[in-house]
Nanobody, 115 residues
Framework: QVQLVESGGGLVQPGGSLRLSCAAS????????MGWYRQAPGKQRELVAV???????NYADSVKGRFTMSRDIAKNTVYLQMNSLKPEDTAVYLC?????????WGQGTQVTVAS
């Protein structure tokens, strides 16, 4: 069983920055894939950024150049640095991991971009 706990969401003005954290209960090096999705009201869940165990990273086109995913192996934590935030980035951001062919999700953290 894997537990994922997000933190770092909040309200930010357009153009601002936030850093989300996702702390995992297991060794993140053992996860096949780990990353971030988001879901806005009335919209489908969409991929934001993921990293596979082979090191490949994928970012949604809408966040390329603005968002960066990183990790701290010693802390079993992944981060999502979000810069130049836009109102359309408003959503619940969910941490995701795939371990032993099972998908795991965090509870989500709200990010609201508004003036």
């Amino acid at each position: 069983q894997v537990q994922l706990v997000e933190s770092g969401g909040g309200l930010v003005q357009p153009g601002g920055s936030l850093r989300l954290s996702c702390a995992a209960s297991g060794n993140i090096l053992s996860f096949f894939t780990m990353g971030w999705y988001r879901q806005a009201p009335g919209k489908q869940r969409e991929l934001v950024a993921v990293r596979t165990s082979s090191g490949n990273r994928n970012y949604a086109d809408s966040v390329k150049g603005r968002f960066t995913m990183s990790r701290d192996i010693a802390k079993n934590t992944v981060y999502l640095q979000m810069n130049s935030l836009k109102p359309e980035d408003t959503a619940v951001y969910l941490c995701y991991a795939n371990f032993l062919r099972q998908d795991y999700w965090g509870q989500g953290t709200q990010v609201t971009v508004a003036s």
